[in-house]
């Protein structure tokens, strides 16, 4: 395999260059980052320099310092990066025949399904759009939702001991647009899941002929599908150099789908602003059910607002109903005014 040398001047060159015959790679090169303890004028290391990323095979870190961005470059270049006792691979994408947009995020709840929401329905407006989502509560074999999920729908799919708050059934709710639903097992640092079956959700998507898909990611999970162009919610050196679009700093405005009567009472699990509402009681803590439990002990209102996550539907609805209140989804509002520019611009990358 054709390899560059990740070297620094805190080793001697005699020593790396030992190295470099000992290792089972085909060096053709070298990238000098950092210390010069050990050099004496211009280093020798018996390949020749390059300051920047080569085209190679793999990456061999022979330093003793861990650097994101330089692993974030190799990354996005396709390129394995490989250490004494660490490896990271480029994540392995499918590809895709449809024009396709994926949303990624950092990690969990940075408002990445919000926005994914957000781009559907801004598409829909003149496009044939299919959602596709992975998540750790995925089903397991990829499910099409045609019509948004009522509360009694979702309350039953609970009862039966599906996951009644996946992300697909969100986006299904509030987007308005067919969402199929896949699942995934693992992360790796690159975005890999482990295990998932959306590319199986890929293909059953493909089947329906829409005019473009969107993919939502799970936590910093990124969709294995080779995408048209993607959009990161949050800030990462690796993520940042594969996405077309960087969103971050967002707000969000929790907004009901449904008119709201009497008193409110709001559950959700994201920092969005609620204070619109004026409701009587807001919980963050729909991750937390034991918490939840005993907030609901003592409510008394007309109207329980929910966010379709955690346990929204098992504990929050299901208390609702028992007592005959009025259940609500609500989404997150992006309070973006110049999002719709980026993200129409975007499509005609996609279109092209």
């Keep these: 395999m054709r390899a560059v040398a990740i070297v620094d001047g805190e080793h001697y ?10 290792l089972p790679y085909e060096f053709t090169c070298a990238l000098l980052v950092g210390g010069t303890d050990k050099l004496r004028g211009e280093p020798d290391y018996g390949v020749p320099l390059v300051d920047d990323v080569p085209d190679v095979d793999v990456a061999i870190d022979l330093t003793d310092e861990r650097r994101p961005e330089l692993v974030a470059a190799f990354l996005a270049a396709g390129i394995p990066y490989v250490g004494a006792d660490f490896r990271f691979d480029p994540p392995p994408l499918h590809p895709f025949e449809l024009p396709s947009i994926a949303v990624i995020g950092t990690g969990k709840r940075v408002g990445k399904t919000a926005v994914a929401t957000h781009v559907a329905r801004l598409l829909a407006r003149d496009r044939d759009v299919v959602c596709v989502a992975m998540g750790r509560g995925g089903p397991p074999e990829p499910e099409l939702v ?10 039953a799919r609970s009862r039966a001991g599906q996951h009644a708050a996946s992300d697909f059934l969100e986006l299904a709710a509030l987007a308005g647009v ?63 150099r ?21 008193r409110v009472a ?47 539907i098992d504990v929050v609805a299901e208390h609702a109903l028992a007592r005959g209140k009025r259940v609500v989804l609500a989404g997150n509002e992006l309070v973006s005014p110049s999002l719709d520019e980026h993200v129409l611009a975007l499509l005609e990358r996609v279109h092209a």
Excluded: M, W
């Design 178 to 240: 067919p969402a199929i639903g896949c699942r995934r097992a693992g992360g790796g640092v690159s975005g890999a899941p482990f295990v998932s079956n959306v590319l199986e959700g890929a293909r059953l998507a493909a089947s329906l002929e829409p005019d473009v898909v969107v993919f939502d990611g799970s936590g910093s999970a990124i969709p294995p599908i080779a995408t048209t162009a993607r959009i990161l919610v949050g800030r990462e050196p690796f993520r940042e």
């Design 13 to 22: 060159p005699e020593v790396v260059r030992a190295a470099l015959r000992e």
């Design 242 to 262: 594969i996405s077309d679009l960087v969103v971050d700093e967002l707000e969000l405005r929790l907004t009901p789908t449904e008119p709201l009567e009497g």
């Design 146 to 155: 045609t019509s948004p999920p009522t509360i009694e729908e979702l309350v």
């Design 266 to 312: 709001v559950f959700t699990a994201a920092a969005a602003r609620t204070d619109h509402l004026d409701p009587v009681f807001v919980s963050h803590d729909l991750a937390r059910r034991d918490v939840l439990r005993a907030q609901l002990a003592d409510l008394d209102v007309d109207t329980y607002l929910i966010e379709l996550k955690a346990a929204a």
